[in-house]
């Protein structure tokens, strides 16, 4: 009976990075798509964008589980900014003068690994939850050794994509796009929803995921969103033109 169905929606997103007008489009498209009992926010939360105490807010406004990302870390001097790139670094510097109180508490306790249900949910991987990028199949390969779950989540790469673990014990990777209904099976995956505030896959639009827990399937959506008012705020703000233009290309 649909009556007592409990099937569980829950978003998947990672790297909001500050940018308000991209949470806000995500938002606005989930709640389209029905209800979400809890969002899953991969980590970033702030760096490189012009609003990182809104995003903070926002988020916390709707019943969540975040993981720490390396620049949420940066934010709060738990990270030296000499690892970051100039622009980011600059970014990362810029963020912190914008924190209350309240904003750099929630980033002082958000946790690096977080086991929910068949998942582990990482900001970059199960082996370095801070810092590892899994942008290959060799480097996803060893990271299924890392975590006893069956599946990982994992954001800071900025690119949707979905590895494998195959029968042989090979690894395959999947670009992750909206035509994609993935169907969780038994095999091991790690799987990553692409990013919010700051895509790098060509795509400039925004992009999360919605986790079925009875359907047991995970789609990926993408959503427009005001770009240029983003990029306006940024320049208000001295922020690193690099940081600016990226935004419209997606890269």
Not at 5 to 25: E, G, K, P, R, V
Request: charged residues 25%.
């Amino acid at each position: 009976n649909m009556l007592y169905s409990n099937s569980m929606q829950y978003a998947i997103l990672a790297d909001i990075h500050a940018n308000l007008a991209a949470f806000t489009a995500v938002l606005d498209d989930m709640r389209q798509r029905g209800k979400v009992d809890e969002i899953w926010c991969l980590g970033d939360v702030v760096g490189y964008g012009p609003d990182p105490h809104q995003c903070i807010e926002l988020l916390r406004e709707n019943k969540h589980i975040c993981l720490a990302g390396n620049h949420d870390r940066a934010a709060i001097g738990r990270i030296d900014t000499a690892y970051f790139n100039p622009a980011a670094a600059a970014a990362a510097r810029w963020t912190s003068e914008q924190l209350q109180p309240d904003d750099k508490q929630f980033l002082e306790n958000l946790p690096m690994i977080v086991e929910k249900d068949d998942f582990t949910l990482v900001h970059g991987s199960p082996r370095e939850p801070i810092w590892e990028y899994i942008l290959s199949i060799s480097i996803a390969a060893e990271n299924f050794e890392r975590f006893s779950t069956r599946y990982c989540l994992v954001g800071h790469t900025h690119i949707p994509v979905i590895f494998r673990k195959t029968e042989t014990g090979d690894c395959s990777a999947l670009p992750f796009s909206p035509d994609i209904k993935l169907i969780l099976s038994d095999k091991q995956m790690i799987i990553n929803p692409g990013g919010v505030g700051q895509p790098r896959d060509g795509d400039p639009r925004a992009s999360y995921a919605i986790y079925d827990s009875e359907a047991k399937t995970i789609r990926l959506f993408r959503v427009a969103y005001d770009i240029q008012a983003t990029q306006d705020k940024m320049k208000e703000n001295n922020l690193p033109i690099h940081l600016i233009t990226r935004l419209s290309q997606g890269i």
